[in-house]
Structure formats: structure tokens, C-alpha cells
């Protein structure tokens, strides 16, 4: 036999058993971004590599030693999308979405990054991205975080997730802290682990986002961006904070949060939980005044996080909170046993499917015995079987079966078949 082709290592098949999962999920993502009036962006996969370049920043994770980059046949360089905003970005400005108009907007689907795979970590991965722009003030920041607490509770996890917050300033701001923090970071230079050395003078900031134990416990002491802040960050901070706890949301502000890419500006946050491990991190965000202009577009204020699917999923699946109807999919299995009778099935299923709007009606198909196929029709899930036979395609009747709990068989007209399962709670 051939040897067999596998996945590329850490990119995953999502498999039948675990679709209606990511179909629940996204499910309810999808309700509650309607309930707040965001608009859908889809954009290519792959970008010019330079637009990643100059957004996420030369001197980060990312772009450093996580990239996908390609040459194509016609030498261009070009990269597999590492985060979304980038994109968003790009798509708005060149298609004038940006001018003299706001814009709530979201995407969800594949990115990818070069990364050591493990639980919760993976080269391949899905976010939901939401970018705002043109609304400079505290108040959409607020809307954001509000709307991914919705989010928790929809899905049972606000109890498992909490809210770190701080503030990046402007970068006005950032220049006077980032040379006390230089001179601070010099004074245990040789304490730093290898990334943080080789960024003490290109990228400063970074050396803060470092996951590093022993970096981390240097940093203990190192001079806060929050005792930095110009006034006008400093009001935005305050604002900000005001409008979670009037919201009934918590929150815990974490001077030393930074976040991974270059284009923050004021309000960062990240969504994290203890029930992932090292993979805490479910959602971050913050606003980047800056980036807009950054990619040639006039100056937008903009604000906008990303969420990692798989984080999500796994977090539902530790806290055990996804119902069991997720999983079903299936409502009724109809069981067709004898001679010519497949047209007559077909017409059954048909006329049900016409007359039962919603209703999941898997017909056996590939023939087999009565008892083979009642089988079939219990694996399903199904809570009913539809069952036809040669008596029933002479009398135009079906049989209806139930599959859980009590109930006896009834024959009834095709009608009356069709009203009756019309009536169960699972048809609604
Ligand atoms: P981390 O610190 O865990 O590497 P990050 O700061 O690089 O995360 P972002 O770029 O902010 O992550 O992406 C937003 C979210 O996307 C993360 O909070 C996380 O939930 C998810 N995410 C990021 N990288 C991965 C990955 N390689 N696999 C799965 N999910 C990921
Ligand atoms: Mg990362």
C-alpha cells in the first residue's frame, strides 16, 4: 500500500463529532455580535508580507519567527494571515469604508503561526476578530469588553474567565518610559533570557510580555507605563474603568500587561483563565490609534480584539458546560424496509421536510434489513424512527416509532404523520 500523506503538524481536522461544537460556538458568537449591529469583513488568507511587517511590528513574536512566508511563481512575497486586524486594516482604507464613517466589524476564521504546537497552541488556529474605527472614546472600548462578558455568559464561562486591563498611553508617553525602563533593564541585562537581551534597546516594551519566570521576576520592580501616562490617557483609563464597574464588570488592572504586537495604543486587555495552563489567554485587545495612519490611511482612532476558537472550545469542554443536544443532529430516522419502496420513502421525507420547517430528518439510505436499519436509527441520536414497509406504501400510512423514553407505535396517515411530528418540542 502507498504510505499515507498526513496533516501539516499543528494544523487540525475538525471532525464530525466535534463540528457541532465549533456550530454551537459560533452560533451564538454570530447572536451576539447581531445584538450589537457589527457587520461581517471577510478577507484573503494570505496579505503581502510588508503589510505585516509594518503593522504588527520587525521586533515581535510574530513577524521575527512565527510567519508563514512565501515567494510565489511570480516572486512576490507574500504571508499566510498571522492576527486579523492587519487585513481589516488594508481591506477598509482600500476600499473607503474608513471615510467619514464609523465601522463596527468582525471576521472569524483560520490564522496561522509558526509556533511550537501543544495544547491550546497550534499552527493553524481560528479567531474572531471585531475592529471599530473611527470612535476615539472610552466609551466603544467599554462596548467591546461588554460584549465578549455577553459572550461568557451565553456560553457559562464567566464564571472561569476575568478581566486584566491597563493602559499603553500614547506614544508620546511611551518615549519617556521607555527610557527609564532601559535604564532599569541595563542595571539585570545579564539576568534577561535571550529574547529579552536582544530587545532591550530595538523593543523595550516586549521584554514586559516575556513568559520567561526568571525575566518575569526582574520585572517586578521595572518602571510602569501607567506612571507615565499623558492626561489625556490617563482621563481615558479612568473613563474606561468607570464604565466597566457602572456595567457590573470586573476587572484587575495588570500594569505590566503589553500585549504581542507593536500597534497598541491606551486601553489593552486580555480575557484569561487558570483552567488552561500556560494557554490562558482566550481573548485579547486593545485600541491602535496609530495603525491606521501607519498603513497610509488618515489618522482613525480604532479599537478591536482577537479570540482563539480552540481556547474557547477547550475551556468549554474542562468546565463541562456545553449541553448534550449539541451533539445531535439527527430529530428522526426514517427506516425504509422492503421492495420498491424508495420512492415512497423519498416522497415521506420530502413531504415532511416541506411541512416541518427546521426538522432533521435523515432517511436510510443503502438498504439492509428492518433490524439493521432500526439500529442505524438508534445510533443516529434520532428521538423517532419513521417506519415504512410494504403494507405502508399499499395503505399510503407510515409507522411512527419512539426511540427514548416510553410511547408506542402508531400507524397513521402521511398527514397525520406530518402534523404529529410537527408538534414535537424538538420540531420548534
Ligand atoms: P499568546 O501570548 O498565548 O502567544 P498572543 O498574544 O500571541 O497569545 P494574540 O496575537 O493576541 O495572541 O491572539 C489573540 C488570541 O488568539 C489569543 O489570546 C489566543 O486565544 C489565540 N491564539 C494566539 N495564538 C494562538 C495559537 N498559536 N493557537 C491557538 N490560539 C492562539
Ligand atoms: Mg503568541
Not at 504510505?3 to 466535534?18: E, F, K, V, W, Y
Not at 458568537?29 to 457587520?39: M, N, P, R, T
Not at 490562558?280 to 480604532?302: I, M, N, S, W
Request: aromatic share 8%; charged share 25%; with cysteine.
Amino acid at each position: 500500500m502507498a504510505t499515507q500523506i498526513q496533516a501539516i503538524r499543528g494544523m487540525n481536522d475538525i471532525l464530525p463529532s466535534q463540528s457541532p461544537l465549533w456550530q454551537y460556538v459560533e452560533h451564538h458568537i454570530h447572536e451576539v455580535l447581531s445584538a450589537y449591529g457589527y457587520s461581517e469583513l471577510r478577507t484573503p488568507l494570505v496579505e503581502s508580507t510588508d503589510l505585516f511587517k509594518r503593522s504588527i511590528g520587525e521586533v515581535t513574536d510574530i513577524v521575527e519567527k512565527e510567519m508563514y512566508t512565501f515567494a510565489d511563481r511570480n516572486d512576490e512575497s507574500i504571508t499566510l494571515r498571522p492576527e486579523g486586524t492587519a487585513g481589516a486594516v488594508r481591506a477598509a482604507l482600500q476600499q473607503g469604508l474608513l471615510h467619514n464613517q464609523v465601522q463596527r466589524l468582525w471576521y472569524m476564521g483560520p490564522m496561522f503561526r509558526y509556533e511550537r504546537p501543544q495544547k491550546g497552541r497550534y499552527r493553524q488556529f481560528h479567531q474572531l476578530g471585531l475592529e471599530c474605527f473611527g470612535m476615539a472614546g472610552p466609551d466603544i472600548d467599554a462596548e467591546v469588553i461588554i460584549l465578549t462578558a455577553r459572550l461568557w455568559r451565553r456560553l457559562g464561562i464567566d464564571k472561569a474567565v476575568s478581566l486584566q486591563l491597563n493602559s499603553l498611553g500614547t506614544p508620546e508617553s511611551r518615549k519617556a518610559h521607555r527610557e527609564a525602563l532601559i535604564a532599569y533593564l541595563e542595571k539585570h541585562q545579564d539576568k534577561l533570557d535571550a529574547d529579552s537581551q536582544k530587545r532591550l534597546y530595538s523593543n523595550p516594551l516586549r521584554v514586559l510580555d516575556s513568559k520567561n519566570p526568571e525575566t518575569q521576576a526582574i520585572l517586578t520592580d521595572a518602571p510602569m507605563l501607567l506612571d507615565y501616562l499623558d492626561d489625556e490617557s490617563k482621563q481615558h483609563f479612568e473613563q474606561l474603568k468607570a464604565l466597566l464597574s457602572a456595567a457590573g464588570i470586573e476587572f484587575e488592572v495588570n500594569p505590566k500587561l503589553v500585549r504581542g504586537l507593536d500597534y497598541y495604543s491606551k486601553t489593552v486587555f486580555e480575557w484569561v483563565t487558570d483552567e488552561l495552563g500556560a494557554q490562558g489567554t482566550v481573548c485579547g485587545g486593545g485600541r491602535y490609534d496609530g495603525l491606521v495612519e501607519q498603513l497610509g490611511g488618515k489618522p482613525t482612532p480604532a479599537v478591536g480584539f482577537g479570540m482563539g476558537i480552540e481556547r474557547l472550545i477547550l475551556l468549554l469542554e474542562t468546565l463541562k458546560v456545553v449541553p448534550e443536544t449539541v451533539y445531535n443532529h439527527v430529530d428522526v430516522y426514517l427506516v425504509a424496509a422492503g421492495e420498491n419502496i424508495t420512492a415512497y420513502a423519498f416522497q415521506v421525507a420530502e413531504t415532511i421536510r416541506n411541512n416541518v420547517p427546521g426538522i432533521r430528518l435523515q432517511m436510510n439510505c443503502g438498504g439492509g434489513s428492518f433490524k439493521s436499519q432500526m439500529k442505524k436509527a438508534d445510533k443516529s441520536g434520532a428521538h423517532i424512527a419513521i417506519i415504512i414497509g410494504e403494507n405502508e406504501l399499499q395503505e399510503g400510512t407510515v409507522a411512527i416509532k419512539p426511540l427514548r423514553g416510553e410511547g408506542a407505535q402508531q400507524v397513521m396517515s402521511l398527514p397525520e404523520a406530518t402534523a404529529w411530528v410537527a408538534e414535537q418540542s424538538f420540531a420548534e
